[in-house]
């Protein structure tokens, strides 16, 4: 069974007020045509009219409880931001690039920044995998340092807190299980570590550096004699750049058969950002998932 298929009973009846930027894309109106038929949003379209309707006659979305603002693509991201700031509840990249709606969210006549570091939390069902797993950041921010990882890893705490683990294990990722001064991804490990052992780091279990089949495998980490309760158990899995954990991210997908839900978390609304390739039950999970943390 779909482990993360319960985001969608989770939260059915919520009706968030969801801002798309770019509404012209077939995948991204199919997943929202699912999401209302759960109650789980009301979405407002934002971009060319005619190309969005004629897509939603496609995947059989209605306007019943919709709002379509008409403007030009270019003019999408803009638009969907200035709405969202006043009156939503979360917001959709649509056809948009991603970095040209995330440019005008950061802006600061928006108010969407919190102060704390904007990142992607992606939580996926693996079926070779004993319980959904948490990645961060597979798609926002490129070189994360020392302090970004501290936000990446509390961001990523409180998510999967929400989803019910009391007390999130973290593995901090690299491609090796000591410190090495060549490997600076292993010694912020040791790091953040240390900072969870001195209760810097609250709310969770913080360990590594690991390599990812000790993190995620038993028997790998007792091959290499890895003693650790992090250690094949892992909740949440820190990535040391952007290229580790989008390539992770695409691997699961597409050679693991993973599902998952991505957000953007770290703004004071949730961003429902996925991929362009992802399917629409991803962009459904992902809409639900937002929807609960809003």
Partial sequence: ?????????????????????????????????????????????VGPESETKELAAKVGLKFDHC????????QSARLAV????????LLMKGSVKTGDLMKVVLEDQYNLK???????????DVPTYHKLLAISDAGMIIAPTLEQKIDMI????????????????????????????????????????????????????????????????????????????????????????????NVLYKALVFFANATVASVILGARIPIVLTSRADSDKTKLYSIALAASLS
């Avoid at 199919?30 to 379209?45: G, T, W």
Wanted: net charge negative; glycine share 6%; proline share 4%.
């Fill in 67 to 74: 709002e379509l603002i008409d403007c030009q693509k270019d």
């Fill in 154 to 245: 509390n961001i990523s705490v409180k998510l999967m807190k929400n989803l019910g683990v009391e007390r999130p294990k973290v593995a901090i990722i690299g491609a090796i299980e000591v410190p090495n001064a060549k490997m600076p991804a292993t010694l912020d490990a040791a790091v953040l570590s240390k900072m969870n052992d001195r209760g810097q780091i609250k709310g969770c279990v913080v360990d590594g550096p690991f390599a990812l089949d000790n993190a995620i495998s038993k028997d790998a980490a007792r091959h290499k004699k890895i003693e650790s309760v992090v250690a094949g158990d892992a909740d949440i899995l820190i990535m040391p750049d952007i290229e580790a954990g």
């Fill in 1 to 45: 069974m779909d482990r993360l298929a319960f985001l969608v009973e989770r939260t059915r009846g919520l009706r968030k007020k969801i801002v798309v930027a770019g509404s012209d894309d077939d995948v991204v109106l199919s997943a929202l045509r699912m999401a209302m038929e759960h109650d789980i949003v009301e979405p407002v379209l």
């Fill in 82 to 89: 200035e709405i969202v700031s006043k009156r939503g509840e």
């Fill in 114 to 124: 919190t102060g704390s570091t904007i990142t992607m939390v992606s939580v996926f």
